[in-house]
């Protein structure tokens, strides 16, 4: 039997879907908004929301800018499409500090100077936030391993992977 | 991507009668195959059906001393998992070996078995391909086709099944429970995957109306002899060139059972049991593992750039077998091969 895919599908023009009501808890907000069945949760922030420190990279999965936390985990949001994710609690990079005070992790790259260009940056940022509440990663080539979804083409990993030890208090 | 309906499925029947409704409709899970494809115009589906809320998302000990693994069990959820870190370490290891640490939180078990390959121009959809446009032609065998298959080939597609996860679950001997129109059955591991033959768009024989519930792994885990050794481009966050999974069960320095599967050369996880046979009763040594490469890729077959794979696999089925019967497991963190 033929599988499903494409092959399947007539050439007829499928009535356009509406708009589907969605709430996100998003940094800490409740959020109502309506998207379309196809719009990614990468595009849900940064174009409904206007929260434009989740970067797009590649929009494939390749990359990791895109990373955000959903309910907790670190996830693609490009491959992530915002109607599947409706009632989940979202943080961007913008819902890392506190009012009066960096995220550890924030003031680590900056101490350890973690960037240069910085488009990365948002991604790592909530990438190794996912990663220190996993904690499964003990030693520098476990963090290298577990953060090997983010790609930086500055090349700045070795003060990413300091950056991140100081977070987890895990170097002198 | 084109426009397509959106509805989620409240339970495993529900998901039944919503997919059996529509023959242009899929569904989806975590997305990280799917939705890529449809960014690509490969996939064009009517209609996702939802399955990510289905209630099959826990990891349960079975009556023979085995464990069943719901569909929906993120991939790092099971790589994770105390009984599959004890007793299962290979597909441990295999799922760590695979895409990224946000992928696996995303990627569902069911979905692993269902990705389709990442040949390029199956991606690639102003170039001929069979798997994606029957009938048209297949691009790889007279193209780039380095990374393609080197066993199980046909004239029609040389492309490779992707998963590392999978070929830890051929090696376990692992089922396929699913759930249809008719009812539920299981399907042995080695009968879901299937070569390209004449029908490469078809990648399995799970029915189009048909869900994947559970895997079900039996008791025997070869957790103290096993390794999983993935060769590839880069060290992390890349598809195997070749991956290589070896279990044995050692009586002294003899062999009582082996398995031997391996990822990135074939449309399906390639297990070959004429080469665990020919271990079984044998010393734990060069030699009979140098035999069992023999047998394994007695048939293999290589195009313009990938006969280097034939090579790579012999003597990364050595290297992982002895690594396994010295109970020194491939790391996937210290990357050096040892
Ligand atoms: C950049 C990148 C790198 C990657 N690297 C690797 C790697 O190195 N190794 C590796 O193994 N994998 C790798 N992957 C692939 C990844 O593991 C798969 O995409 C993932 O496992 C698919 O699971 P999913 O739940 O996201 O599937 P989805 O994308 O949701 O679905 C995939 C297919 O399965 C079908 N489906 C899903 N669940 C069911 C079910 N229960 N019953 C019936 N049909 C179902 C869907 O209809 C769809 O056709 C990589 C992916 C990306 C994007
Ligand atoms: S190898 Fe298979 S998937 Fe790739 S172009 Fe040929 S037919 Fe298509
Ligand atoms: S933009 Fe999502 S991984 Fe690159
Ligand atoms: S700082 Fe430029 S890409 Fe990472």
């Given at each position: 039997?033929?599988?499903?895919?494409a092959?399947?599908?007539?050439?007829?023009?499928?009535?356009?879907?509406?708009?589907?009501?969605?709430?996100?808890?998003?940094?800490?907000?409740e959020?109502?908004?309506?998207?379309?069945?196809?719009?990614?949760?990468?595009?849900?922030?940064?174009?409904?929301?206007e929260?434009?420190?989740?970067?797009?990279?590649?929009?494939?999965?390749?990359?990791?800018?895109?990373?955000?936390?959903?309910?907790?985990?670190r996830?693609?949001?490009?491959?992530?499409?915002?109607?599947?994710k409706?009632?989940?609690?979202?943080?961007?990079?913008?819902?890392?500090?506190?009012?009066?005070?960096?995220?550890p992790?924030?003031?680590?790259?900056?101490?350890?100077?973690?960037f240069?260009?910085?488009?990365?940056?948002?991604?790592?940022?909530?990438?190794a936030a996912?990663?220190?509440?996993?904690?499964?990663?003990?030693?520098p080539?476990?963090?290298?391993?577990?953060?090997?979804?983010?790609?930086c083409?500055?090349?700045?990993?070795p003060?990413?992977?300091?950056?991140?030890q100081?977070?987890?208090?895990?170097?002198? | 991507?084109?426009?397509?309906?959106?509805?989620?499925?409240?339970?495993?029947?529900?998901?039944?009668?919503?997919?059996?409704?529509d023959?242009?409709?899929?569904?989806?899970?975590?997305?990280?195959?799917?939705?890529?494809?449809?960014?690509?115009?490969?996939?064009?589906?009517?209609r996702?059906?939802?399955?990510?809320r289905?209630?099959?998302?826990?990891?349960?000990?079975?009556a023979?001393g085995?464990?069943?693994?719901?569909?929906?069990?993120?991939n790092s959820d099971?790589?994770?998992?105390p009984l599959v870190?004890?007793?299962?370490?290979?597909?441990?290891?295999a799922?760590?070996a695979?895409?990224?640490?946000?992928?696996?939180?995303?990627a569902?078990?069911?979905?692993?078995?269902l990705?389709?390959?990442?040949?390029?121009?199956?991606?690639?959809?102003?170039?001929?391909?069979?798997k994606?446009?029957?009938?048209?032609?297949?691009?790889?065998?007279?193209g780039i086709?380095?990374?393609?298959a080197?066993?199980g080939?046909?004239?029609?597609?040389?492309a490779?099944?992707?998963?590392?996860?999978?070929?830890a679950?051929?090696?376990?001997d692992?089922?396929?429970?699913?759930?249809?129109?008719?009812?539920?059955?299981?399907?042995?591991?080695?009968?879901?995957?299937?070569?390209?033959?004449?029908?490469?768009?078809?990648?399995?024989?799970?029915?189009?109306?048909?869900?994947?519930?559970?895997?079900?792994?039996?008791?025997?885990?070869?957790?103290?002899?096993?390794?999983?050794?993935?060769?590839?481009?880069?060290?992390?966050?890349?598809?195997?060139?070749?991956?290589?999974?070896?279990?044995?069960?050692?009586?002294?320095?003899?062999?009582?059972q082996?398995r031997?599967?391996?990822?990135?050369?074939?449309?399906?996880?390639?297990?070959n049991?004429?080469a665990?046979?020919?271990?079984?009763?044998?010393?734990?040594?060069?030699?009979?593992f140098?035999?069992?490469?023999?047998i394994?890729?007695?048939?293999?077959?290589?195009y313009e750039?990938?006969?280097?794979?034939?090579?790579?696999?012999?003597?990364?089925?050595?290297?992982?077998?002895?690594?396994?019967?010295?109970?020194?497991?491939?790391?996937?963190?210290?990357?050096?091969?040892?």
């Amino acid at each position: 039997m033929a599988q499903r895919g494409a092959a399947q599908r007539s050439n007829d023009p499928v009535p356009l879907p509406g708009k589907i009501p969605i709430s996100l808890v998003v940094n800490g907000v409740e959020t109502a908004l309506k998207v379309a069945p196809w719009t990614t949760l990468l595009d849900a922030l940064r174009d409904n929301l206007e929260l434009t420190g989740t970067k797009k990279g590649c929009d494939h999965g390749q990359c990791g800018a895109c990373t955000v936390l959903v309910d907790g985990r670190r996830v693609n949001s490009c491959l992530t499409l915002a109607v599947m994710k409706d009632g989940a609690r979202v943080t961007t990079v913008e819902g890392l500090a506190t009012k009066d005070a960096l995220h550890p992790l924030q003031q680590a790259f900056i101490d350890h100077d973690a960037f240069q260009c910085g488009y990365c940056t948002p991604g790592q940022l909530c990438s190794a936030a996912g990663l220190i509440a996993e904690g499964n990663a003990k030693t520098p080539d476990q963090i290298r391993e577990l953060m090997s979804g983010n790609l930086c083409r500055c090349g700045a990993y070795p003060n990413i992977v300091a950056a991140i030890q100081q977070a987890m208090g895990t170097n002198s | 991507m084109i426009p397509f309906h959106y509805a989620r499925a409240n339970d495993v029947a529900d998901a039944v009668r919503m997919i059996s409704a529509d023959p242009a409709a899929k569904f989806i899970a975590g997305g990280t195959n799917l939705v890529d494809l449809m960014k690509e115009n490969v996939e064009r589906p009517s209609r996702l059906i939802d399955i990510s809320r289905l209630p099959l998302d826990t990891i349960e000990p079975t009556a023979d001393g085995g464990l069943r693994i719901g569909a929906l069990v993120p991939n790092s959820d099971l790589a994770y998992h105390p009984l599959v870190e004890q007793r299962y370490p290979l597909l441990a290891s295999a799922i760590l070996a695979g895409a990224s640490a946000q992928l696996r939180n995303m990627a569902s078990t069911g979905g692993n078995l269902l990705q389709r390959t990442r040949c390029a121009y199956f991606y690639d959809t102003v170039t001929p391909c069979n798997k994606r446009e029957p009938g048209s032609g297949c691009s790889a065998i007279g193209g780039i086709n380095r990374i393609h298959a080197i066993l199980g080939t046909s004239e029609n597609c040389i492309a490779t099944h992707p998963s590392d996860m999978c070929v830890a679950l051929a090696a376990l001997d692992a089922r396929v429970r699913v759930t249809g129109p008719a009812g539920e059955r299981a399907m042995a591991f080695d009968d879901f995957h299937r070569l390209p033959g004449d029908t490469p768009q078809t990648d399995t024989n799970l029915l189009p109306d048909e869900i994947v519930t559970a895997i079900e792994l039996p008791a025997l885990g070869f957790a103290d002899n096993y390794s999983y050794l993935k060769i590839r481009d880069r060290l992390s966050y890349a598809f195997a060139l070749v991956s290589i999974a070896a279990a044995l069960e050692l009586e002294g320095g003899a062999i009582k059972q082996a398995r031997l599967a391996l990822g990135g050369v074939a449309h399906k996880p390639w297990r070959n049991t004429a080469a665990e046979a020919a271990l079984r009763g044998q010393r734990a040594d060069q030699a009979s593992f140098s035999r069992a490469a023999d047998i394994l890729l007695r048939d293999a077959k290589g195009y313009e750039h990938n006969a280097f794979k034939i090579e790579l696999a012999r003597r990364g089925i050595i290297r992982t077998l002895t690594q396994a019967a010295q109970a020194t497991p491939q790391s996937q963190y210290d990357k050096k091969i040892r």
